[in-house]
Structures are given as structure tokens and as C-alpha cells.
């Protein structure tokens, strides 16, 4: 038959003031919280998914316009940011375990180290942005794009297909850099709930689904990376 | 067992990463983001590609698997989450290429 | 297990349990929550439904007399993104899932209560910019945006009825993320997986569809906001991009989008249908794996939208064949229906009324979607009414009368009244003759070649289209009618026992409506589901005085 117990001994874990009244056990709350945040870097994967559709797609259609554009784009600075994001998801696991550590000050160290990569990868992104303005490569009225097609030189490649490819250079690598801006608030914001000595070994869910979003947009601009900069560069 | 809540047994024991195999990792990383540049000179043909996006595979497992600890959680529904989400990644990237691929334009 | 009828003062409920405006706007409670949503969602239905009408007034005629063809674009598309956007996609799910889903796993509440709000509140900007987007003169592209017309060559209010779309879509998202991490970790103790409701499994499977499809609408149409504003050309044939680009990344989420609107109405008629046999659904695990089976093969199919855009020939013959497959799991699922109303007990309340007509219209509007899977019948009534007949006949046909055989279903747990059960049966018999009125004449209609989108036709199609509208203000009657009388119940309706139709699911085994935190015990779980051979017949509800 239908008979309701009567309530399990959860009554001790409200004590802890993290624990919301809708759960019963901290354990129960960890463990949603956490799955939400895999779930929602789930929903992020098919985002950024569309438009590496859009990318494969033109990249198929035009290889050697994409090509002639991939090659004008200076690869030191792309190189430095990628070494520089995956620095920043090292300073963001060594984040975690302090708070796990309870270690309240060198998780605020950690988290403020991951703040300052995060700005020098916009500040270098910035730089570039600002080289596309100055050589006309930013699509619209102004696009103009002086280079020939790598396999034959002396034939221009087309305005259309490499303002294409800029395009999506700007959707792509702006939409990261979106992410990345509210990575940034998310952990200025972390690092001050730190500081205030809110995360300890018995609490720090915050600091954990925030880093695996952290790392989940390096992992964007590891798969960004070699896609924008290094098309056929042998050649 | 009835009074335990259904997924309790499944939870994730919460790793704890050592400062040296993380910093392993690291080091492991930006040695492959170094071979990708490398490998970007080397003409290997249409395989430059393949190497490419085999390397940000790579390090973008090695990610998952260490930095965000999904080789230390004990369920699998984490694992089963993000094998869905690139399942049907390669279904939208997979099902469009195969329009595009087989259009015969006169 | 029957409980006497509680005809007392005003009972502690999660209605009463705070007062104010700010307690319900700033609710965390996922009752409350669905409350809100079921004011806005009805509201958006009315605005939606009164642009059908104007549709339908324009078509009693051939000529285009009632209004011009630019004004009728604008009628159709409107119409298409308020019924698709802001009711379709979040009725169910935001207002009975909601609810529901809580109660039957026996829960104290979703798993992120505070997202469940800003879902709303999602909802309500969306909401606001498409009402924006009307009253500043509406947009004409049609409710699939497509390119480059919406891009280039349109002067409407395009940006924002985009905007609005992407903003409803990430109140879809993050409802769906949260009905999964719930479902996932929230169950009350015995509640396992072959014990849940298939309402519950209906919306677990919707919500892998909404966190995985929606993202890439969502980067479409910001695809085609930057191509509006800046000229990209990403989508533009003159500057080397492709408008079927575009159609790809819309179709890959609009087409599972029909099954986040249809399985939630699936999972509804599932409880329904064993209610009112008073038996066990026939073939429980067949019947949640369909709904994960229709989940994951509407994710192939797509491009059947798409067979005289110009895919290739081959994509076509893939996607046609994928699609005959999703009617797979689609027809187990009439079949177990059938089959469990076999030798089954069977009243004919008014959920159950609307169950039968769910079952019988989704089964002709899932067939006629067959018919348009066939390479050749689509080519020659693609973009005509026959189209236009087979979606409404699974979305309103199906769908929405779903919704409503949900809303008389749980209303006397929702609200602790009954609604008067004459009227409910009345309301029923109006919507399924107005609804077939409607929709049957636009099957002929499409197949003598009459296009959608048109607002003046061939003087020989008048009398379909005059059987049509006819049959449509059967329907708007049909639809008022239970606007009344749930009002009506508010006040003057019998009170509601725990469990008026004695149905198997813990959200019947609490009061009617529920405490705040919906069970006065944490509930375990010790029996199956649908446990009908245990529980007795419901006692007579007093009628209302």
C-alpha cells in the first residue's frame, strides 16, 4: 500500500547554512549543481556548434580564399593566447583544490592569477581586433582584402569569400571572447565571496562549476586555434 | 536501501588534484600547442588538417579527463552528457556536410 | 485511497501560504511559478489566436479585400512566432511540468528554483519584445526567418521578433536543464526509473531536446541579426553565402522543436488513458523508450523542410528515409495507448474525451506527415495547405488539446476545485468539431493545389475556406468556454478531494491544492507505477452548490 515515512534524518544537515531548503543532503545539492553545470556546457557545445557548422561549411566551399585570409593573420599572437588560456585553466585547477583545502588565501591568489590571464588573452585579442581594423579586414563597407590565392600567385583572392571568412573570424572569436568577459565577472566576483572567506572544504561548489566553464572555453579556443590560424600555412 | 535517495551511491567523491600531476598536464598541453604550430609548417598535404584537429583533440581530452575530473567521478552520467553533446554536434556538422558535399552543380 | 471530500474554511495551501505581489513575482516556488506562466501562456494564446482569426476572415473571400497582401504576411508570420514561440514550446512543459514534475517524483521542489524563475522572467522579456515587435508595425518574413529576405530585403521589425525568439529560447533551455538535473537527482527515496510517471519521461526526453537543439537556433538568428545590421553576407547568395546555410541551423532545432511541443501532450494523455481504463499503460518500458526514440531520431530528420530549397538530391533521399523512421516510436506509442484501454474500466470524464480526440487526430496528423515525407507528394504540395492541415492537425489537434485534457485533468490539484464537468464535455465536443471543421477542408484544400501564405486564392477554393473559417469559430467558442469556466471554479466550483479521480501518482496521494513544500512527509516510494489493481475507485465528488 501507499504509506509516507516519516522524515529521514536529514534534520542535522540544514544546520549547514550553504544547504538550500529544497534539498535534503548536501551530497544531493553538490551533485545537482554540478550536473546542471555539465548540462548547461552541453547546451553551450551545440551554441558554438553552429557556427563551426557555418565555418565548415565556407571553409569547404572557398579552401583557397580561406586559405590566402587564414595566412594574413599574424600566429604569434594567436600561439601566446592559447599558452596563455591553458595557463589560466592550470591556475584554475590549483584554484579548486586550495578551496577544497580550505586555503582561503591562496584561493584568492589562484582565482585572481586566472582574472589576470583571462584580461592579458582579451588585451592581446584586443591588439588583434585592432591589426584587422587597420588592414581593412573588418567585414562591411570598408573590407578590402589585398592577397592572392596561395597556390597561385598573381590571381587576387575574392573580396567575398575572404570577407566570408573574416566574418566568421569575428563571430567566432567574438562570441569566445563574450564567454571569456563573463568568465572574467564570474571570477572577480568568486575571488570577493573568497576573500569574505565563503568557500571552504565543506563548500565550494561556486568555485568548482565555475572553473569547469573556465575550462570549457579553452577548450573552444583549442579547437579555434589551429581552425583560424593555421590553414594550410606549409604552403 | 529505501530511505536512501536513489542517486546517493553515485555521487562523486569529490578528487582532490595534486599540484604535480596538474602541473604535468600543463606542461603536456603547451607541448602540444607547440606540435600544432610546428606541424602547421609541415606540408602533409590534406592530412595537416587531420593532424590539426587530431592534436586540439588531444589536448582538449586531456582537459576533460584531468582538469575537470571527469576521469575521477564514478558515475557515468557526466561522461554520458558530454558524449551526447558531441554526438549530436557530429550530427548537425555530419547531416549539413552531406548536403553540401553532394551537390553536383551543372 | 480514497479520502472524504474536505468542505472547510479556507485550507493552508501553497496559494495562501504568503500574501502579496511580491511573494508570487519574486516566487521560488515551482507551483507559484507555474501559475505565472499559466497567465502569460493563455494570454499569448489569445493574441496568437486573434491573428488566426484575422487570417480566417481574410480567407472567407478569394479576393484580398480584408487586408493587403504586405498586412497579411504580417498576420501569418505573427500568428506562426507567438502560437510556435510563446505557447506551443512552453505550455506544457512551464506550466504542468512544472507543477507536476515536483509533486511526482516527491520532491519539495525543482532542483534550481531561482533559474526556474528566471525562466520566467525570460519568458515575460521575450514576451514583451514580441508585443514590441506588434505594435511596431509587426514582421512579415514568416515565422522561419529565412534568407536572405529576412536579411536583406525586408524593412520590418525583424531584429526584434528575432530577439524576442532567442530570448523565449533560453527560458526553453534553462527549463529544460533544470526538469533534467531533477529528474536526475531529486527522486524521493524508491522513486526509481521504471517507476516514474511517463508524464515525467515525456518531459525527460523534451529536455534533451531543448538543451541540445535550441543553442543553435539561437546562433541563427544571431547570425541574422549581425547579417541585418552589418551585412555580412554569411546567408547572402551575392557575397558568396548560402541562404540554405541558414535553413540548416533553423531546421536542425524547428524540427525537434515539434517534439518538445507534442511529447509533454504525450505524457499527459499516457496518465490520462490509465486513469480513466483504471489499468496499468500497456508496455511501460516501450513507452518511455519511444519518447527517447522520437527525441533522438527528431534530430535526423530536419532537412525534409527543406526537399525543394536545393539540398542535393542524395541529402534528400537520407532525410526522407530518416524520416519515415521517427514514425516509429510515434506509432507504438497509439498502439500502447490502444491496448491499454483494451478491457480496460473506462469513463468518459472530460480528460478522457480530449485524450481520445489527442489520439485520434495526432494519428491522421502523424500519417499525413508520412504522406510529406514521400519524396513525391511533397514536391507537389509543399508550401500548400496540405502542409499547413498536417501541422495543425499534430499541434492543435494534437498539442493543444492535450494541454487543455492536462489543465481539466490536474486543475482540482492545482487550483482545490472541480471545474463542472457538463460544460467541460460541452467545451470538448466544440473544439472537436470546430477543430476538424477547420483543418479537414485545408487537406483538400492543399491537394487542389491551393499555396500557403497567400491571402487572395482561385474563386473554386471559396467554399473549403468558408467550411474552414466556419469550423474555426466553433473553435474560438470551444477555447473561450474553459476560460470561463475554470474562473468560474475559482469561486463556485466543488471542492476538490486529494484525489477526485483516483489516480496512481504521488502528486494525488497530497491535499488538493498542495502544501507549500508539497508533502507534509518525505514520501518512499515502495510500489510501481500506475498501480491501478490497488487503488479503489474515486468516491462521487459533491457537486458544486
Known sequence: ???????????????????????????????????????????????????????????????????????????????????????????????????????????????????????????????????????????????????????????????AHTQMYFSLYFAMTGMHALHMIIGVGIFAYLAWMAWRGKYGAEYYTPIENSGLYWHFVDIVWIYLFPLIYLIDRHK | ?????????????????????????????????????????????????????????????????????????????????????????????GLSMGDYATRVWR | MATAAVVSGERESYLNAKYGLKSWLLTVDHKRIALLYLISITFFFFIGGFFALLIRLELLTPAGDLVQADVYNKLFTMHGLVMIFFFLIPAVPAVLGNFLIPLMIGAKDLAFPRINLLSWYLYMVGGTLMIYTILAGGVDTGWTFYTPLSTEFLNTNVISAALAAFVAGFSSILTGLNFIVTIHRMRAPGMTWNRLPLFVWAHYATSIIQILGTPVVAIAIVLVALERLLHLGIFNPALGGDPLLFQHLFWFYSHPAVYIMILPGMGIVSEIVCCFSRKRIFGYKAMALAVLGIAVIGFLVWAHHMFVAGISLYAALVFSLLTYFVGVPSAIKVFNWTATMYKGSITYQTPMLYAFAFIGLFTIGGLTGLFLASLGIDVHVTDTYFVVAHFHYVMVGGMVVAYLAGMHFWWPKISGRMYPEGWGKL??????????????????????????????????????????????TILAVGYLLPMVYFLWSLRYGAIAPANPWGAAGLEWQTTSPPPEFNFENQPVVTWEAYNYDEIPEPEEVPVAH
Open chain 1, 1 to 159: 500500500m501507499h504509506t509516507s515515512s516519516t522524515a529521514v534524518a536529514e534534520n542535522h544537515a540544514h544546520d549547514n547554512p550553504a544547504l538550500l531548503h529544497h534539498f535534503s543532503t548536501e551530497a544531493q545539492q553538490r551533485n545537482a549543481a554540478s550536473l546542471g553545470m555539465w548540462v548547461f556546457l552541453a547546451q553551450e557545445v551545440m551554441f558554438f556548434g553552429g557556427m563551426f557548422c557555418a565555418y565548415l561549411v565556407y571553409r569547404f566551399k572557398y579552401p583557397a580564399d580561406f586559405a590566402a585570409a587564414s595566412k594574413s593573420i599574424a600566429i604569434l599572437p594567436g600561439a601566446v593566447n592559447t599558452a596563455v588560456l591553458i595557463c589560466s585553466s592550470l591556475t584554475v585547477v590549483l584554484a579548486v583544490r586550495a578551496a577544497q583545502l580550505g586555503k582561503r588565501k591562496a584561493l584568492v591568489a589562484w582565482l585572481l592569477l586566472t582574472i589576470f590571464l583571462g584580461l592579458v588573452f582579451l588585451g592581446i585579442k584586443g591588439y588583434e581586433y585592432h591589426d584587422k581594423y587597420v588592414e581593412h579586414h573588418i567585414p562591411g563597407p570598408s573590407f578590402h582584402f589585398d592577397g592572392d590565392l596561395i597556390d597561385h600567385p598573381g590571381v587576387p583572392a575574392s573580396q
Open chain 2, 1 to 93: 536501501m529505501a530511505n536512501h535517495f536513489p542517486n546517493e551511491a553515485e555521487a562523486t567523491h569529490d578528487h582532490i588534484s595534486s599540484v604535480g600531476s596538474s602541473v604535468a598536464i600543463w606542461l603536456i598541453l603547451l607541448v602540444f600547442t607547440g606540435l600544432t604550430v610546428g606541424a602547421a609548417f609541415i606540408d602533409l598535404g590534406p592530412l595537416n588538417t587531420v593532424v590539426a584537429l587530431t592534436i586540439a583533440t588531444i589536448k582538449a581530452t586531456l582537459v576533460v579527463l584531468f582538469f575537470m575530473h571527469v576521469k575521477y567521478t564514478n558515475e557515468k552520467l557526466v561522461p554520458l552528457v558530454i558524449v551526447s553533446a558531441i554526438f549530436f554536434l557530429f550530427l548537425l556538422l
Open chain 3, 427 to 472: 467545451a470538448a465536443l466544440l473544439v472537436f468539431v470546430g477543430f476538424n471543421l477547420t483543418f479537414f477542408p485545408q487537406f483538400v484544400l492543399g491537394y487542389m493545389g491551393m499555396p500557403r501564405r497567400y491571402h487572395a486564392y482561385p474563386p473554386e477554393f471559396q467554399i473549403l475556406n468558408v467550411l474552414s473559417t466556419a469550423g474555426a
